[in-house]
């Protein structure tokens, strides 16, 4: 059974600094991995898809990569703001089935 | 375009108690997707419906759940019998295909709280 694992479970940084989300996943045989992004009381946001085939999509301020055979995944935050204040969720669908599995977030704080 | 709406986006009920808890998915998309979400969790899947047929339902926790989409367009899902531990945030997607490339677009979620 897949497993999706996030770390660190809380993070906060000051506005401008640049930061890293990890995920990790125990099953390498993925279709896909998807970032989203979820504020209080809302639904989640899709930040990136990330193929199976790809190591790393890029949209503005962030970037993620994959690296299928560690089964590990990184979301990179440039110049951090204090809007990015969110919950990041990683997801996975893997070959099995068409519903995601989803991490239990990491809570992003940015202080102005 | 208008994206995916759930309703009601709060609703409290007693133990013991039906709940009927709604989905509209952007126009036209032809798969749609049930999570549940537990505080401090990442979204569980529950059910997938492709059309009208459920094409997985392996995330149903016990047989007090229950979902349709009748029409392939709006979804219902039904718990019968609530329990305390039904209380959580009730997600629901839907993605134009169902291929698994796509991306699945979320809801603002349903609460439910039981008493």
């Known amino acids: 059974k897949q497993e999706v694992t996030q770390i660190p479970a809380a993070l906060s940084v000051p506005e401008g600094e640049n930061l890293v989300l990890n995920c990790s996943f125990t099953?390498?045989?993925?279709?896909?991995l998807q970032w989203f992004r979820q504020d209080p009381g809302k639904g989640l946001t899709s930040l990136l898809l990330i193929q199976s085939s790809q190591r790393e999509q890029t949209s503005g301020r962030l970037n993620a990569s994959l690296d299928k055979s560690s089964g590990r995944s990184t979301l990179y935050i440039a110049a951090s703001q204090p809007g990015d204040s969110a919950t990041y969720l990683c997801a996975v669908r893997d070959n099995y089935g068409q519903n995601f599995v989803f991490g239990p977030g990491t809570r992003l704080s940015v202080l102005p | 375009g208008a994206g995916v709406s759930q309703t009601p986006s709060n609703k409290v009920t007693e133990k013991g108690k039906y709940v009927e808890l709604r989905c509209d998915p952007i126009s036209g998309h032809t798969a749609l997707y049930w999570y549940r979400q537990s505080l401090g969790q990442g979204p569980e899947f529950l059910i997938y419906?492709?059309?009208?047929?459920?094409?997985?339902d392996s995330g149903l926790p016990n047989d007090r759940f229950f979902a349709v989409r009748p029409e392939g367009s709006v979804s219902t899902l039904k718990i019968q019998r609530t329990e305390r531990g039904d209380s959580a945030v009730y997600l629901c997607?839907?993605?134009?295909?169902?291929?698994?490339?796509?991306?699945?677009?979320f809801g603002p979620g349903t609460r439910l709280l039981v008493l």
């Open positions: 099953d390498s045989a993925i279709y896909n």
């Open positions: 419906f492709q059309g009208t047929g459920a094409a997985d």
């Open positions: 997607a839907s993605s134009p295909s169902g291929t698994w490339g796509e991306t699945q677009y």
